[in-house]
């Protein structure tokens, strides 16, 4: 098989059309990536409409973009808490059928990202401590930067190191 660097040019900007991006925009400035592990290779990435946190039927608008495992894991959770995903007639769903699908769905999204939250913060913790240990003064730099506008961020005094 040859290379088709056109070919694969016109399929990397059609992924970006579907995920919403900006398709001229510099790749070094973030872009589309799952909201579950931050995969953001293109071809990674499921791009029909990103992942249906209630499932399509239950809610079509509410999506996130997810990469292709963590939609499927996603799925397989959604059958496991017996989320209907697809349409039936018999009977059809109500309103109540609906948004009790809506938060099971939403439940599922969002256990996981909790899960990797701690995860992430226990890496910062790690980091913290490393830091505490190795790098004298980097309190005082950190403390330097402004919080968010409205939030006052106290300085915190450099845990001794041991």
Same mark, same amino acid.
């Given at each position: 098989?040859?290379?088709? %660097?056109?070919?694969?040019?016109?399929?990397?900007?059609?992924? @970006?059309?579907?995920?919403?991006?900006?398709?001229?925009?510099? %790749?070094? +400035?973030?872009?589309?990536?799952?909201?579950?592990?931050?995969?953001?290779? *293109?071809?990674? *990435?499921?791009?029909?409409?990103?992942?249906?946190?209630?499932?399509?039927?239950? +809610?079509?608008? @509410?999506?996130? %973009? *997810?990469?292709?495992?963590?939609?499927?894991?996603?799925?397989?959770?959604?059958? /496991?808490?017996?989320?209907?995903?697809?349409?039936?007639? +018999? %009977?059809?769903?109500?309103?109540?059928?609906?948004?009790?699908?809506?938060? !099971? &769905?939403?439940?599922?999204? @969002?256990?996981?990202?909790?899960? /990797?939250?701690? !995860?992430?913060?226990?890496?910062?913790?790690? @980091?913290?401590?490393?830091?505490?240990?190795? !790098? !004298? &003064?980097?309190?005082? =730099? =950190?403390?330097?930067?402004?919080?968010?506008?409205?939030?006052?961020?106290?300085?915190?005094?450099?845990?001794?190191? /041991?």
């Amino acid at each position: 098989m040859t290379a088709d %660097p056109l070919g694969q040019a016109r399929r990397g900007r059609r992924r @970006l059309d579907a995920l919403g991006a900006d398709p001229d925009a510099d %790749p070094d +400035d973030g872009g589309p990536a799952c909201a579950l592990c931050a995969e953001s290779r *293109l071809f990674a *990435l499921h791009v029909k409409a990103g992942h249906h946190v209630a499932g399509r039927r239950n +809610d079509p608008n @509410l999506t996130v %973009p *997810l990469c292709l495992n963590c939609h499927a894991e996603q799925t397989e959770a959604h059958r /496991r808490v017996c989320l209907p995903l697809r349409d039936s007639v +018999d %009977p059809p769903p109500t309103l109540l059928d609906r948004l009790a699908a809506l938060l !099971a &769905g939403a439940g599922v999204f @969002l256990t996981e990202l909790g899960e /990797r939250m701690v !995860a992430w913060a226990d890496v910062l913790r790690q @980091l913290v401590a490393a830091l505490d240990q190795g !790098a !004298a &003064g980097w309190r005082d =730099v =950190v403390a330097s930067v402004p919080g968010p506008p409205g939030i006052t961020v106290p300085s915190v005094p450099a845990t001794p190191a /041991r």
